[in-house]
């Protein structure tokens, strides 16, 4: 006990057998961070335990990596095909793919990553070869990105439709989905050169219309 | 670096058409062939755990750089993967973790491990000698081998329990459905300061150490002011004992409900008073920064993919512990100047891999993620 912890106390409380205990002695100032809202007990459990869940055949473990991934993943697609319903069905697919997949899933690795390997993956293909087809077909309507909602301005969401799906795919794997070029070489196969090049390029060109919106 | 903000802000939130419909037809989906599946009984091998590429974006973001950098920032390298250690076999630092898992536990500097029991949260005591726990509408104070001390009764679920105090005068505040209590550091003298407080965890004054200056004097009791957040999101601090108003300042606010989600920002202040580690969310990652009170520069120590936890620092403020529940890891980041001005070095981070199975009560070696509530130097 220290000097401190047997000075006279100002507010020591009277104290009955088996109630309580011997002095609780403190220095000043509690330094715990507030917590967290406690939220149940799956949506605190960590990923890995929800594959192993998952893996031994938990479809609560499964909903909820469905439900963490779900959107980050239709908004990743839908940013690169521009196109709601394909969104849709590449996230669909990507975890289709990874359910398929689930029994060989190393769950000491992330499983975000794995899925939006699979989701962006799959909207380039979607997007290149949707424009094969337009090209093919001589059809040039702009519908790569369709400006019709609210949210992204029309001139950003113009500018976005026209990158390359390429492009439009590093900016939404760094600028929505939050990865290093680093790691955005390693989802989509590429250098890091080639990724922070790209990363400039597409930056430079959305660069106006950005720049109009902040005026 | 704005620009790059806009343009984050509206990918993030730009409309999608039928975009809660078209989750919902792909749960049935997914889950149809999820039925259809066998699990397969996965057999033991051996794994290697991995620190992802986090543990490089850690090491290569550490060069200083100005608040509200330009644009050349926001393309920073990452090195690869990195082993992380399969089990937490000791701390870097001297002290006690106390952890919420499945169960509360107390984590020592050898890393042997001790299960209080089946409580849902924890807190230590100002000098770590004892430990706030909450079952239920129960709390209790139990010692660091579990034996139970003293016990209270809430009306509902008791949540969020802090202690804080001076000398032998400790009090420990609590939430129970919307209202505030508060009780002595040896159960007795139970009662609510507040009604309709929001479901954001107190906090004793001083928020941070820095302020100790305004502490009564050591050994004469003191005055207990309390911070906390009512329905209206209003912030307000009392005197628990007296219950007449306190001054809230600015900083409070921010501590206690600067969130968007109404959970209070990570962010702790080094035992020195010196720096910041702070949780900031920076497009759809999460980043661990040094900052410094009074100074424009701040220095990123680590950044992952999804979110970090915490932060904690060690006693002796050589170590920030951050969790990363997406990965299922602790990652320990040194932050002495040697590692800060060379982050090339190895011993700078340290990572333990699958680390909610190590607090599993239960042979399925299955736990929530483990929680930090803090990280002391007992003195006992």
Known sequence: MTAAAVRLPVALRLVTAGQSVAPMSAEPASER????????????????????????????????????????????AYLVVGDSAAAEDIAQEAFLAAIRALDRFDRTRPFGPWLHRITVNRAIDFARARKLRRESAMAVEAEDIAPVEAGLSDEL??????????????????????????????????PRGTVNSRLRRALDRLRPVLEGEER | MRRERELERQLRETPIPEEAEAEERSWEVVRAAYSERVPVVPSHRTRRLVLAVAVGAALLALGFSPAGAKMGDWVRDVVGEEDAKPRLT?????????????????????????????????????????????????LFAVDPAGEVRWKVSAPSQVQDPV??????????????????WVVAGDGTDKRVVARNVAHVAPAWRPLFPEAKVNAAPEGAGGIHLLTYVDMAKQTHTVDVDTRRPGPTTREDFERLSASPSGAPAGRALSPDGQSFAVVRRVGGRDELVLTHPNQEEEQVLFSAPGNLTGPTWSPDGRW???????????????????????????????????????FASGDDGDAPFPRVSGWILPER
């Not at chain 1, 799956?42 to 990923?47: H, S």
């Open chain 2, 320 to 358: 920030i512990l951050t969790g990363w529940p997406e990965a299922d890891q602790w990652v320990f980041i040194r932050a002495e100047e040697e590692c800060l001005a060379r982050p090339e070095q190895p011993r700078c981070v340290e990572a333990i891999g699958e680390i909610s199975s190590q």
């Open chain 2, 163 to 180: 202690w804080g105090g001076i000398g032998f005068d400790t009090r420990i505040a609590y939430r129970s459905g919307d209202d505030l």
């Open chain 2, 90 to 138: 000791s701390l870097p630092a001297a002290g006690e973790i106390l952890v919420e898992s499945d169960g509360a536990w107390i984590v020592r500097s050898d890393g042997s491990q001790r299960r209080l029991g089946d409580y849902d949260e924890a807190a230590w005591s100002p000098r770590g000698l004892y430990v706030a726990v909450t079952d239920g509408a129960d």
């Open chain 1, 157 to 190: 969401m113009a500018a976005l439709a026209d990158l390359s799906p390429e492009h439009r795919a590093v900016i939404v794997l760094r600028h929505l989905l939050g990865y290093t070029p680093g790691e955005i070489g390693a989802i989509l196969g590429l």
């Open chain 1, 33 to 76: 961070l507030p917590q967290l809202p406690r939220p149940g007990l799956l949506r605190g459990r960590g990923e890995a335990g929800l594959v192993r869940e998952a893996q031994r055949g938990s479809e609560d473990a499964l909903e909820e990596l469905f439900r963490r991934h779900w959107r980050r993943a239709h908004r990743g």
